[in-house]
């Protein structure tokens, strides 16, 4: 989760020439010591994960990113990002595509159509959603979730879908598709309540005067709401995204540790993260660990990347509205 | 929007039927996904609470957890519950003056581009995977020193650091410039008017940051597996050494194949729900009350 | 600020109790530091551990030592102990299959047991099974129970159509270790393919993190087969396969063959390790349970100022705490192997 409003602007410094005293010194001295802490921080998470993973680049270079290998047996040590890389961009894509529609859906529910008694609770569940932590929707999706996909929609899908490789034949409980699932409800209330303020946040003004020319809800909605927001939630859907690519507990408990590059959702999968959060008591090799702090790089490169096309995003669109 | 863009959207009356259609199509889809999302989520809160609700109870809270025990023996998880309270009582702590360390000099010292820097520094920490985070502190402490509490309430503390800089920072962005002038207008200098007068009208927005960190990292599993997941079975209160934590204990209890661990793992969940939402509800009075009183005090 | 000042007090409150907590905590946990003196900590296999957990309250009363296990899995275990985190760490693998391992631990055979191959198929308890057909349903090549291969091994079962559902171990495992051993021995392409490790490349299934959760999965997945320590299969009331040996018959995982199968190997090599996989065919072996391993504990050579108690706790294990295991399906180790670890608990000191 990222700031959407991290700056706020105010007056500062507003007291000239005042005389220095020791308190001020001592003060500001503290306090800009713990900012350039917290730089330094930032720096030294970078460094480890970039020294950590030194060996590993050092063995298989740039092609690790995209080698679908890992073994770790004596002596045919070979490792590569290559089927984590595809597990985590099926499984966010796929959370991404399901979840937003849904949570425009609900914000534009919450924003504009609910009796005023459902606005209430409804929003509160949203919210309470998004603070829920990862191993509780971990469990649920292992213990609750996956017997009923396993048991009843993944054959059914198959069946009635089974012409397009995505729904091929299905076995497993924790797979690829449990996993959309569990990542679809935990980056959907994100998304739903961010786009909600958003939506609230159009002027009132806009959306009367277009009722008022006569267009019909969802015309106005299309016409003004979502031009209005669109930056907004570009930059939220940014974040859901960044969410679920990140996301290592929850996924690594129902997706079934699986390698390779399966079509089939209902084959076992495993992302970065997962594959990570499944290996911490010890990865058997010196190698190993090297390889897995290699795939935390590159989730760290990723997080970054996506965090600066967040901020991009927010910042352009609040320039255009500006101009507006 | 311009007007002419608004304009734009008045069609001619004869398909005036087929608008309608359309915005009735649309308004049901928006019921329906409303609907879908609360089955979904209700169905998830649902389930953690009739599976955690009927195995909760005094031992449940009081008693250790035993490992291959037979049904009848008495355990709880009250050594995770322990754990947690230690390891995230000691993140805030680390992380919480730091963090108002932090807004203070962004606020009131900093020039406009260290501010920026530090901000985005610090929005790119907070985008930063938990898993990545808890990678790096047991590369910085745990391989020479082994998992501790400490090492995994410096992970938390890494991830709530920007949840209490921005909230701090928001609400001393508020304060009104007046409160400071009076301050320095009466002789005050300028630490003694930062820490006596501007820091306490923020004191409520701190808080409710902190609390909403704290409901955050209470439930993080990640960064505790690499740092604080070696815990010893019993009580333990030491933070020189691995503590068991809830998060951790719902982790490993899910793996299990004794259906009596997963109704504890299922209690575990719903106390750590019940937490965050008391956290959450009360943040949010703390929130409203605290603006009230700036605003106020601006006046 | 005298609107302020009741938030002001409260926050300080607050802060106070916070900061009493704290002070509270670190008195407390020094104070327990101090008392719980008497421990021996270890993590490891969970192929071991419930052998360990019935170890607990026997060593407290007759040792006044209090044992605690971590069953993270043994290559976790190897971690730990290589990196001084705990007293002694425990694998079914011996040392030699890790990287970086621990030069400086010495490696002693604790207990004896199998891993049995369990499956989830109501109604048809102890099918047979060969080594052949199940590296081909782990490399993902036998996919359907109503396979003619595994069909024309249990003639008079009428088994069903119904999908394989491959499970195994997602952690650094001793027990993995065992198992693929055990499909190296028996299938050369197994060999070529995927190998012998702790962990594997795993050609197809579903990855379970350590016994329990393989134990579970198959319990709750119609069709599933994984492999697990015998005592996690009877626990749970899963199917166990009677797995063909070299002198052609079909045997359970029970003590019988577990015996026989230990009786190939009692004089660990210098480093400690023993091997009993897949004995040679013979009378002697003919009622030998094909995947059987002797499992280790890993400690320090120079262990500190808990030496003593490790050093007690260790001999217990090897000698009284054998008598626990049958109930568990540990077999008591070798008289031989017993004479070898007291040499290597000598070599511990402090």
């Known amino acids: ?324 | 929007m311009s007007a002419v863009e608004l304009s734009s959207l008045q069609r001619p009356n004869d398909r005036l039927r087929r608008r309608r259609a359309v915005n009735r199509g649309m308004e049901m889809l928006a019921w329906l996904a409303a609907a879908f999302a609360v089955f979904f989520l209700g169905f998830v809160v649902w389930s953690v609470a009739q599976r955690g609700g009927s195995q909760l109870s005094f031992d449940f809270l009081t008693k250790s957890q035993v490992q291959f025990a037979p049904p009848n023996v008495k355990q709880g998880l009250a050594n995770a519950f322990a754990g947690s309270l230690v390891v995230v009582g000691l993140a805030t702590a680390m992380a919480l003056p730091f963090g108002i360390l932090i807004a203070i000099y962004v606020n009131e010292f900093a020039p406009r581009r260290i501010r920026n820097a530090i901000g985005l520094t610090l929005d790119v920490l907070a985008g930063v995977p938990a898993i990545v985070i808890g990678f790096f502190v047991y590369g910085l402490i745990v391989v020479s020193h082994g998992q501790s509490a400490y090492a995994g309430s410096f992970a938390l503390a890494v991830i709530m650091l920007p949840f209490v800089y921005r909230s701090t920072v928001e609400v001393l962005a508020l304060v009104p410039n007046s409160l400071r002038e009076a301050g320095l207008g009466v002789g005050a200098p300028r630490w003694r008017t930062t820490l006596g007068i501007v820091l306490p009208q923020t004191i409520g927005g701190v808080l409710t940051g902190t609390t909403l960190a704290v409901a955050r990292v209470a439930g993080e599993t990640a960064p505790l597996l690499f740092t604080d997941s070696l815990a010893q079975r019993g009580m333990h209160w030491n933070p020189s050494q691995a503590l068991q934590s809830v998060p951790v204990a719902v982790f490993e209890l899910s793996d299990s194949f004794d259906p009596n661990d997963h109704a504890r793992a299922w209690a575990a969940a719903l106390v750590l729900i019940l937490f965050i939402l008391f956290a959450s509800l009360s943040a949010r009075w703390l929130a409203t009350r605290s603006k009230r009183k700036i605003m106020r005090a601006g006046r | 600020m005298p609107r302020n000042g009741k938030l002001v007090r409260i926050s300080l409150a607050a802060a106070a109790v916070a900061a009493a907590a704290v002070v509270a905590v670190l008195t407390a946990g020094t104070a327990s530091a101090r008392t719980t003196a008497a421990s021996v900590n270890g993590a490891g296999s969970t192929f071991v551990a419930p052998l360990v957990a019935k170890w607990e309250s026997p060593v407290q009363q007759q040792l006044g030592i209090s044992l605690n296990y971590n069953p993270i899995g043994s290559g976790g275990g190897v971690n730990a102990i290589a990196t001084k985190q705990v007293d002694f760490g425990a694998s079914d693998a011996p040392l030699s299959q890790f990287n970086p391992t621990c030069t400086s631990c010495v490696q002693i055979p604790w207990a004896l047991a199998a891993t049995g191959v369990i499956y989830n198929m109501v109604g048809f308890q102890h099918l047979n099974m060969t080594g052949q057909v199940l590296a081909q349903i782990y490399e993902g090549k036998i996919t359907n129970w109503n396979d003619s291969a595994i069909k024309k091994l249990n003639k008079n079962q009428n088994l069903p159509n119904r999908k394989i559902t491959v499970v195994h171990r997602s952690d650094s495992s001793g027990t993995s270790y065992n198992f693929t051993d055990y499909l190296s021995h028996v299938s050369p392409s197994w060999k070529s393919a995927a190998g012998t490790g702790t962990s594997v490349q795993w050609p197809t299934g579903e990855g379970e993190k350590g016994s329990g959760a393989v134990a579970g999965a198959v319990r709750t997945t119609p069709g599933a087969i994984g492999y697990v320590d015998v005592y996690y299969a009877v626990h749970n009331k899963l199917g166990l396969f009677k797995m063909k040996n070299r002198s052609g018959r079909f045997v359970q995982p029970r003590a019988k063959g577990i015996l026989a199968a230990a009786a190939l190997d009692t004089h660990p090599k210098k480093d400690g390790s023993l091997s009993i996989v897949n004995p040679p065919k013979s009378k002697k072996f003919r009622n030998a349970y094909p995947i059987c391993t002797y499992t280790y504990v890993d400690v320090q050579k120079s262990s500190g100022g808990n030496a003593a108690s490790i050093k007690k706790v260790l001999g217990w294990a090897i000698t009284k705490g054998q008598s626990l295991g049958p109930a568990l399906i540990f077999e008591p180790l070798p008289k031989a192997v017993v004479t070898f670890d007291k040499k290597q608990i000598n070599k511990i000191h402090s």
């Open chain 1, 1 to 324: 989760m990222s700031s959407l409003d991290a700056t706020t602007s105010a007056a500062r410094r507003p007291f000239p020439g005042r005389r220095a005293r020791f308190g001020d010194l001592v003060l500001q001295g503290t306090a800009g010591i713990a900012s350039l802490g917290a730089l330094v921080l930032v720096g030294l998470i970078v460094w480890k994960i970039v020294a950590g993973s030194e060996p590993s680049r050092r063995a298989f270079g740039l092609p690790f990113i995209w080698h679908v290998v890992w073994n770790p047996v004596h002596g045919r040590e070979a490792y590569g990002a290559g089927s984590f890389l595809f597990g985590t961009a099926v499984t966010s894509i796929g959370a991404l595509l399901l979840a937003t529609p849904i949570a425009l859906g609900i914000a534009l529910f919450l924003s504009e159509l609910a009796p005023g008694w459902i606005r209430g609770p409804v929003t509160a569940l949203v919210e309470t959603l998004a603070a829920i932590p990862s191993v509780v929707i971990g469990l649920w999706g292992v213990l609750v979730l996956a017997p009923i996909l396993r048991d009843h929609v993944d054959p059914a899908l198959h069946s009635a879908l089974g012409f397009v490789p995505l729904f091929g034949p299905a076995s497993y409980g924790t797979n690829v598709f449990t996993a959309i699932v569990v990542l679809t409800i935990m980056i959907l209330p994100i998304i739903a309540s961010i786009s909600r303020e958003l939506f609230l946040s159009v002027p009132s003004e806009l959306k009367e005067g277009a009722l008022g020319l006569g267009t019909t809800r969802w015309e106005m909605v299309r016409g003004v709401v979502f031009p209005y927001a669109g930056g907004g939630v570009a930059a939220a859907m940014t974040l859901g995204f960044g969410r679920a690519v990140g996301e290592a507990i929850a996924v690594a408990m129902v997706i079934g540790d699986g390698l390779g590059i399966h079509v089939n959702l209902f084959d076992t999968g495993q992302t970065l993260g997962g594959k990570i959060a499944l290996n911490y008591q010890g990865a058997g090799s010196a190698l190993a660990t090297s390889s897995l702090i290699y795939l935390a790089l590159i989730l760290l490169v990723f997080s970054i990347l996506v965090n600066l096309l967040a901020q991009f995003i927010v910042r352009r669109a609040a320039r255009r509205k500006g101009l507006a």
